[in-house]
């Protein structure tokens, strides 16, 4: 969870907080305190934390701020007393994301669900690598549109933008050395734990890459298989002579984003075909 501020002196008789951990370990308890038992008034949450009323609204404050809490006013039960409801303060949805949810392991046992159903082995394998297919595929529609207005040499730049939309954090640059051609960078995978399970959502992702593309692309790292980027090398297609096309202005050579090989080079088994989370090259 982000956390903002200055560290301050609580007064007398609240809890003491660190200079350098107390605001965030502060922050982060108001936040629990939230989570644990629902929208509450500033009041409560000064009673069950031990702070004073003026120490949980400056953490309210930045919570705030982060987008992590939001204010609304107390709902009233029955015949409602003269005034004003007394205001509270509830995670927001990125808040109730900042901690521990069970979405990972619901997905991946979803997934052993179908390879069993289907019979287990290669056959749950390949049903669970349908489900990629599918999955994938429907996402693609909201990429396609993007890749399909850009001009060729703009298609893997479109393609890296439509992929942040969907929080991948990705990049296309000029590849490094000889290698005529790109590599599409994702910083970030959403289905990171899953995958290193299932190699087949990555396989199915850069056969879509392929399709969109239309042009072999080769998958050279995976963050499901322990490198620091997803990297996809996009070859450039051969201009009308035959010889490979000069790389596409997208930015300066610079060593490619992935780690030591750690297995030799494998056959690829269909043109378009990935060797995600195996790490050929």
Not at 24 to 40: E, K, M, Q, W, Y
Not at 246 to 274: C, D, F, I, L, Q
């Amino acid at each position: 969870m982000k956390n903002v501020g200055e560290a301050r002196t609580a007064p007398q008789g609240a809890s003491q907080e660190d200079p350098v951990t107390g605001e965030r370990s502060t922050r982060n308890r108001v936040a629990r305190s939230i989570l644990d038992h629902g929208p509450s008034t500033v009041a409560a949450l000064a009673g069950r934390l031990g702070l004073t009323q003026a120490a949980v609204r400056r953490h309210l404050d930045a919570l705030l701020g982060d987008g992590v809490v939001e204010a609304r006013e107390q709902r009233v039960y029955g015949a409602r007393t003269r005034g004003r409801p007394a205001k509270v303060f509830a995670l927001t949805d990125c808040g109730r994301d900042a901690f521990d949810q069970s979405y990972d392991k619901l997905a991946a046992d979803a997934l052993r669900w179908i390879a069993r159903t289907a019979g287990g082995g290669a056959v749950g394998e390949a049903a669970v690598a349908a489900f990629a297919r599918d999955r994938i595929a429907n996402l693609a529609e909201a990429y396609r549109a993007a890749v399909e207005a850009a001009p060729p040499e703009k298609r893997t730049e479109a393609l890296a933008r439509a992929l942040t939309e969907d929080g991948y954090a990705a990049t296309a640059r000029s590849a490094p050395g000889r290698q005529r051609g790109e590599q599409l960078c994702q910083h970030h995978c959403p289905v990171v734990h899953v995958a290193e399970q299932y190699p087949q959502l990555c396989e199915a992702e850069t056969e879509v890459f392929s399709r969109l593309l239309g042009t072999h692309v080769q998958r050279l790292a995976t963050i499901a298989h322990g490198d620091g980027v997803c990297t996809t090398y996009i070859p450039h297609a051969p201009d009308a002579s035959g010889a490979p096309a000069a790389p596409g202005p997208t930015g300066p050579r610079e060593p490619p984003e992935r780690t030591a090989p750690r297995t030799p080079p494998r056959t690829e088994r269909h043109p378009s075909a990935s060797t995600a989370g195996r790490n050929p090259a």
